[in-house]
Structure formats: C-alpha cells, structure tokens
C-alpha cells in the first residue's frame, strides 16, 4: 500500500498539476465539482468544467478566475447533458480538440428526484449518475491513454449501502418507483463501475488508472432535497431554504466536501482505491481511504453491470 493510504492527507498534499488537462462534470457553483476544478486550477491544471447549462458553467469560470486572480488560464467549458446518450456522444465529439486527458471527474449527480425517463428511455438517476458518465468515460478513453498517465475518479456517495440490491435489470422496464431506492443504486453503480474499470485497465495493460471517492455529509445544494433520503421532502419555497440553512449549519463545508475526490484525483495511490471522511460514520472529517460495502465488491455484479451499460449505451469498451 503507498504511503499516500497510510498518512494523513492534506489539501497541500495536491502536487503541481502544470502540464495536466483535466475535465471535472457537474461544477456547478459552490458544489464539489467548482471546489474541485479550483484546487486544481490552483495548481496549474488545464480545467474543462463539462455541464449541460452554459450559462451556469460560465458563472463558475468566472468564478474560479476570480479566485485565481488571473494567474492561472480561464477554465474551459464543454456542453453536456449526462442525462441524454445523444448529448453525451456530442460531447465527446467536441472534446477530441482538448487533446490528451491526465484526469476525468465523473462528478456530476442528481439526487432523490421525481420519476422522470429520459430521451434513451431510462430512468433518470441511472441515466445521469451511471449511463451517462460510463459513456463518457468510454467516449474518452483513447485521450486519456494519449495522456500516458490519466486517472479517471467518480463520486459515489454514502447512499450506496441504502440500495438493496445492484441495479442489473432492465433499465428501460418501468415498474414501481422509489426515488431513495433509485438514488441509492446508482451510487453503488458508481462504485462497481469503478472496480470493474479498474480490472479491464489493468488486464488491457492501459495507462489509466480508476478511483472512487465520496464527500460524506457536505453542505451542497443536494442535501436540502435530503441527502439521506427523504428528510426535505415535501419542502419548497421559504421552508426548503430554512431546511437548507440548517443542513450547512452541521454538514461540513462544501469545499471539505471535495477532498476526498480530490486525495482519489491526485495522491499515490493504487487503482481501485475509495477514498472518503475519516469522522465518525464517514461524514465529516479529512480523507482517508475506506472500504466501499460488501454490494460493491461483488465481482459477479461488477462484470454484469459493465455488460449490461456496454448494451445499454451502444458502447463496447476498453
């Protein structure tokens, strides 16, 4: 095991990224994926904030530059609706200009929403947290190998020993739903999409590693919609927001939040590695590696979720 698993990690423990082109998903303002492209930025990386909202992406490069303070280049910006296969393959179209990729950030979510199906006919949590970033990610393999050293890191979340089961059924059926249920596989997709990656690299001898992290309980806008399932259901207008405030008066801070993806994006540390809090049941504190729950290291359901994303998506890879 590196060092990097047995110490303490640091947020000065970022190593100089000159050189590096990195795209982060879901950088929505003051959520972990800015807070992500920033530290990076900090340190010198080529940031690509990738969302489906231009407007919204443009506020957080502004953002980022204005912390920056100009030394550091504009974040770049990519179009894309991780909901949508279409967008996504358009996405990764345009992206073919950005040249090697060094790191790709699945960080991008949506959390506890109502039944909705996509364009593809899928679910919509699975389509944006799961189908959406195993398209990319495809899509995007031949850069990140140009890069000759590239690391891809998706954010799972505590939620992911909530699903009962691993989501291998149909994905386009449409049977009873429970949002919390539906949230909380798609997380554990997260993570046997992660190990399973991980195996195909190294068995295809790729220059790509696969890590994992999850933030605990930070304060982002997700966790008003209830983070542990279901808590803000039913809150809207003035109430949501009281709810909001009272979230981030006892999660720790969003940019907290962010470290373990960042300890997964940038430390020495083997492929397969799930980083996440070091407090009491893994909300708060500084990262550290953890262990994902027993659902997540079931070899038989990493092999069968890969195969049925691969028929899902259109997509046959590494």
Not at 143 to 158: F, G, N, Y
Request: some cysteine; aromatic content about 4%; glycine content about 12%.
């Amino acid at each position: 095991m590196s060092s990097a698993a047995l110490t303490p990690w640091s947020l000065t423990d970022v190593p100089d990224q000159a050189g590096r082109t990195a795209v982060v998903t879901g950088p929505s303002l003051g959520g972990l994926g800015h807070h992500t492209a920033l530290e990076l930025a900090r340190r010198g990386a080529r940031v690509v904030l990738a969302g489906r909202n231009p407007e919204k992406l443009g506020a957080t490069a502004d953002a980022i530059t204005a912390e920056l303070g100009g030394d550091q280049p504009a974040p770049e910006q990519l179009v894309v609706d991780l909901s949508d296969l279409t967008s996504v393959r358009a996405a990764a179209r345009r992206a073919a200009d950005l040249g090697p990729l060094h790191l790709l950030v699945n960080n991008a979510g949506v959390m506890g929403t109502p039944e909705r199906r996509t364009p593809d006919g899928l679910e919509l949590q699975m389509a944006t947290n799961h189908f959406g970033p195993f398209l990319l990610t495809g899509l995007l393999l031949p850069q990140l190998v140009a890069a000759e050293d590239a690391r891809v890191v998706t954010v799972s979340s505590l939620m992911h020993r909530r699903a009962r089961s691993a989501p291998l059924g149909d994905p386009r059926q449409q049977g009873r739903y429970r949002k919390w249920q539906a949230y909380a596989q798609s997380k554990l997709a997260n993570l046997l999409f992660t190990f399973e990656l991980e195996r195909r690299l190294r068995e295809a001898g790729l220059p790509v590693a696969a890590t994992a992290a999850h933030p605990g309980f930070a304060g982002t806008h997700l966790a008003a919609n209830g983070q542990f399932g279901g808590a803000a259901d039913g809150l809207t207008g003035r109430a949501s927001s009281v709810y909001d405030a009272a979230v981030r008066a006892v999660a720790q801070p969003v940019a907290v939040g962010a470290w373990p993806t960042l300890m997964a994006a940038t430390a020495d540390l083997p492929g397969g590695t799930y980083c996440g809090p070091d407090g009491p049941g893994q909300m708060r504190g500084r990262p550290q590696v953890v262990t994902a729950s027993a659902a997540a290291q079931d070899a038989g359901a990493q092999r069968a979720l890969w195969v049925l994303s691969e028929r899902t998506v259109g997509l046959t890879w590494p």
